[in-house]
């Protein structure tokens, strides 16, 4: 399943007003999921934001060297 920036907002608006039901998508794609524990709705976000932004590489770090001559 491919997740959204709007998925993990609905998600996090769930869990900050402490509903257990969420609605995602909208249209034919439209659907709503009722989460069990506030664990499943964490565990849930972090899997979504997981797949939205990965883990990138550090950014790399160049250094200048200048000498007067």
């Given at each position: 399943?491919?997740?959204?920036?709007?998925?993990?907002?609905?998600?996090?608006?769930?869990?900050?007003?402490?509903?257990?039901?969420?609605?995602?998508?909208?249209?034919?794609?439209?659907?709503?999921?009722?989460?069990?524990?506030?664990?499943?709705?964490?565990?849930?976000?972090?899997e979504?934001?997981?797949?939205?932004?990965?883990?990138?590489?550090?950014?790399?770090?160049?250094?200048?060297?200048?000498?007067?001559?």
């Amino acid at each position: 399943m491919t997740y959204t920036q709007d998925d993990i907002a609905a998600l996090k608006a769930a869990i900050a007003t402490g509903a257990s039901e969420v609605t995602f998508g909208s249209g034919p794609d439209r659907r709503t999921v009722i989460y069990r524990s506030l664990a499943e709705m964490r565990s849930t976000l972090a899997e979504m934001i997981g797949e939205v932004s990965p883990a990138s590489p550090p950014p790399r770090v160049s250094y200048i060297r200048h000498t007067r001559d």
